[in-house]
């Protein structure tokens, strides 16, 4: 009989919950601790989940000799401190996207995890939607070859609110949060560096002190180019739409849902165990914990995405 892997979840927000209705579903892996910001808020979820242990100091939880992992979905500024906090507690990590705020904080994290031989992953879904795995796997088979990669990431955010429509404690940030979701996604995809990144911002926000509008454009080594339209300013249908353009086809990717380029759907239900890309990333992490093996998403293998990022970074502060 396996041994149980159980688990600490900090952040029992819109993605924390995405994650606890994912590990319903896979056997052999406990949430123990639920660690929150509003102590109330946090006792009525855990209630609803059966989790005994909570807490709003992830450090109490790092504490518990039972707790094997920790999956952090914690505002995008406290990720790579508190990474670096379970590895440094013996604990196995898996951070919600961005890794980091910084190509330095990304870099401790990888650092530590080389030295203490734990598994860290951070959560770049689009690795594991079934829509982009069919994609991915098309690449791979040599039936695909991706030309170029056009992106929307579209939100109606002009207060400080969650995916929920809940008010925010902190600030979302499109270049560091959204556009890495997709400058990892086109780097995996072509199975190619990317080796030029421009980037430009609209006004930034009076109170929220960030863009609400970008525009970035990357090309990869092998050619394949990709253009990601960025907003918090868009009402109209919102969430990330894909297009793949390639030689022999064209895909368009809305979350786990796959179309081809006519709109008429294809069946990617086969791709995976789950059509439910947050729970297929946590069966990744529980597995290569099982199996002592680097996840897909590892912290080192999202590394390139951390370097454009700051790259990015630079050309939009000049």
Same mark, same amino acid.
């Not at 955010?157 to 499109?174: E, F, I, K, P, V």
């Not at 894909?242 to 086809?249: E, Q, T």
């Given at each position: 009989m396996q041994k149980i892997i159980k688990v600490a979840?900090?952040?029992?927000?819109?993605?924390?919950?995405?994650?606890?209705?994912?590990?319903?579903?896979?056997?052999?892996?406990?949430?123990?601790?639920?660690?929150?910001?509003?102590?109330?808020?946090?006792?009525?979820?855990?209630?609803?989940?059966?989790?005994?242990?909570?807490?709003?100091?992830?450090?109490?939880?790092? *504490?518990?000799?039972? !707790?094997?992992?920790? #999956?952090?979905?914690?505002?995008?500024?406290?990720? %790579?401190? &508190?990474?670096? +906090?379970?590895?440094? *507690?013996?604990?196995? !990590?898996?951070?919600? #996207?961005?890794?980091?705020?910084?190509?330095?904080? %990304?870099? &401790?994290?990888? +650092?530590?995890?080389? *030295?203490?031989?734990? !598994?860290?992953?951070?959560?770049?879904?689009?690795?594991?939607?079934?829509?982009?795995?069919?994609?991915?796997?098309?690449?791979? *088979?040599?039936?695909?070859?991706?030309?170029?990669?056009?992106?929307?990431?579209?939100?109606?955010?002009?207060?400080?609110?969650?995916?929920?429509?809940?008010?925010?404690?902190?600030?979302?940030?499109?270049?560091?949060?959204?556009?890495?979701?997709?400058?990892?996604?086109?780097?995996?995809?072509?199975?190619?560096?990317?080796?030029?990144?421009?980037?430009?911002?609209?006004?930034?926000?009076?109170?929220?002190?960030?863009?609400?509008?970008?525009?970035?454009?990357?090309?990869?080594?092998?050619?394949?180019?990709?253009?990601?339209?960025?907003?918090?300013?868009?009402?109209?249908?919102?969430?990330?739409?894909?297009?793949?353009?390639?030689?022999?086809?064209?895909?368009?990717?809305?979350?786990?849902?796959?179309?081809?380029?006519?709109?008429?759907?294809?069946?990617?239900?086969?791709?995976?165990?789950?059509?439910?890309?947050?729970?297929?990333?946590?069966?990744?992490?529980?597995?290569?914990?099982?199996?002592?093996?680097?996840?897909?998403?590892?912290?080192?293998?999202?590394?390139?995405?951390?370097?454009?990022?700051?790259?990015?970074?630079?050309?939009?502060?000049?």
């Open positions: 979840l900090a952040g029992a927000g819109a993605f924390g919950i995405k994650h606890l209705d994912g590990i319903k579903n896979i056997d052999g892996v406990e949430v123990v601790s639920l660690i929150g910001r509003d102590l109330e808020k946090t006792k009525q979820t855990a209630a609803l989940y059966g989790i005994g242990h909570v807490t709003t100091d992830l450090n109490a939880a790092l *504490a518990l000799r039972e !707790v094997d992992a920790v #999956i952090l979905c914690t505002p995008t500024q406290m990720h %790579a401190a &508190q990474s670096l +906090a379970c590895l440094q *507690a013996g604990k196995h !990590v898996q951070v919600e #996207i961005p890794l980091a705020d910084s190509l330095q904080g %990304a870099e &401790q994290v990888v +650092a530590l995890q080389k *030295a203490t031989g734990l !598994v860290a992953m951070c959560g770049h879904t689009r690795r594991f939607n079934p829509s982009h795995q069919f994609v991915h796997q098309k690449i791979k *088979a040599g039936q695909f070859n991706l030309q170029q990669l056009d992106v929307q990431t579209y939100f109606f955010r002009r207060s400080n609110m969650n995916a929920l429509g809940q008010a925010r404690s902190w600030s979302d940030h499109l270049l560091w949060h959204h556009a890495a979701h997709t400058i990892d996604l086109f780097a995996y995809q072509c199975g190619s560096p990317i080796v030029k990144a421009n980037a430009l911002q609209g006004p930034i926000h009076p109170t929220l002190g960030i863009a609400m509008d970008m525009s970035i454009q990357l090309k990869a080594a092998n050619g394949a180019i990709c253009s990601l339209s960025l907003s918090f300013n868009n009402d109209g249908p919102l969430g990330t739409f894909f297009r793949y353009i390639g030689d022999s086809a064209t895909y368009v990717a809305r979350y786990d849902d796959l179309f081809n380029g006519k709109e008429e759907k294809i069946d990617v239900s086969q791709v995976a165990v789950s059509m439910n890309g947050i729970e297929l990333q946590d069966r990744e992490f529980f597995a290569a914990i099982r199996e002592g093996r680097e996840p897909n998403s590892s912290v080192a293998s999202v590394m390139p995405c951390y370097a454009v990022l700051q790259d990015l970074e630079r050309q939009l502060m000049n």
